[in-house]
């Protein structure tokens, strides 16, 4: 999920939702896992690398890398 910041559009706020089917009785869902604030195609690869230990930013290009293999 990502929230755009109103007065900078090109940056935004990631919030990594861990979402169960089925969660435990009085747990609040979502739950947020990971919060990224302040990201920018620009600043996208060293924030999460900063800060992250579950997301990896591999490109961001305008058009698709053909060496990166689809999911299986």
Do not use: C, H, W
Not at 25 to 36: R, T
Not at 42 to 65: C, D, H, R
């Amino acid at each position: 999920m990502t929230q755009v910041q109103l007065q900078t559009p090109d940056v935004f706020n990631l919030l990594l939702l861990y979402s169960p089917l089925f969660g435990r009785s009085g747990s609040k869902l979502p739950i947020i896992v990971e919060q990224v604030n302040g990201v920018s195609l620009v600043n996208a690869a060293a924030k999460f690398a900063a800060v992250s230990n579950l997301i990896t930013v591999k490109t961001f290009e305008e058009a698709p890398n053909p060496s990166l293999s689809p999911p299986t």
